[in-house]
């Protein structure tokens, strides 16, 4: 396949006078934008280039680690914060965290065909290659999947790897746009609002203990000393930059809270732990334990409230609406667990209020199912599957 003939935007003057360009071009309304990055022994991802392809068909390829030499990406970010420019992401939020990074500036007016492959049947993951092969009918090169991208100078190919993200997603876009519905549209757009929430992406030491998984039945204590345990974490892989389960995984915050040792030696016998590891912090993470130990019984975190259980007449209706959603699931190609929790369906059921249903899962389940439960629709079997049908 022949070349794509790109802009080289490799210093700070160039990279603002394309900012200006795309800004100020009146004929220019949106970006086909995606990045390379690299976060292999790193806590923070680390920007190696970025490709935009604009409405009209130029490309240009941005180099941060040659502007950044000598100047800054302000001209990036200026891009990025521009509300009349929309940007057109594949899978945007790794994207937006490592392009957050740069000015802890949130982009504005996003648009992620992920999300809109979704509606087309692609499930709730699809990956850009596979969408771009069954709707395009173009077959990505994969070869550089695993190329280094901070390697400086970068060949031809990579370049023209990279182009391919941008070059096929303007025309998927364009292709997504035409045929979804102003329903879906607007679903997508609430989805890449939440993904806009500026909270998703800033980091706060001392709430690392509740991204740390498997504390459900914990105790107060057990709970303060994985909030204690996970803040040092966090504060450790900040400070020198390195991915934080290197030094201490959650199954070791959690085998620590658990039986909480007394000692450095006594953190030797914690499964799964790095003796490396106990030998360079174990001292640190016990002074963590004795502040737990010493605070007020009143200051350690509360566990969640468990919600009221199930009746049985509740769960005859959560059953059924379990089987209508395993059946979208089905039609769309969504893996249940991504569609839909019982606990949802449990609040849908209580008329209680859940924010984790818009977007696409309230226009594919949450209207459906309360037309469902209001009496207005019944699930009926049309050749072997199951559909809604009005009374």
Known sequence: MQNIAYLSIQTEDELNRYSRHLIEHSDIDWIAIDTEFVRTDTYFAELSLVQIQDNLGEVAIIDPLA???????????????????????????????????????????????????????????????????????????????????????????????????????????????????PEQTTAIQQDCDTLLDESLYQIDPTMAGEKVKGVRNFKPKQLAIVNALAEWRERFAIEHNQPKKWVMSDEVIIGIAKRPPQTVEALYKVPNVKSSSVRDYGSEWIECIDRVFASSPESWPKPKPKDAPVEPQEETLVNLCMTYCQQVALDYRINIHNLVHKSELVKMIRNEQNADLNGWRALLIVEPLKSLLSGQTCLQIEQGNLVLKRH
């Open 67 to 181: 502007i950044q030499e000598n100047g800054q990406l302000t001209g990036l970010v200026d891009i990025l914060t521009e509300p009349g420019l929309l940007k057109v992401f594949h899978s945007a939020r790794q994207d937006i965290e490592v392009l957050y990074q740069l000015a802890n500036k949130m982009p504005v007016s996003i648009f992620d065909t992920q999300l809109a492959a979704i509606f087309f049947k692609h499930g709730d993951i699809a990956g850009f290659a596979r969408v771009v092969e069954a709707e395009l009918g173009h077959k990505l090169d994969k070869t550089q999947t695993r190329t280094n991208w901070h390697a400086r100078p970068l060949t031809e190919e990579q370049i023209q790897y990279a182009i391919d993200d941008v070059r096929y997603l303007a025309p998927l876009y364009e292709k997504f746009i035409e045929n979804l519905t």
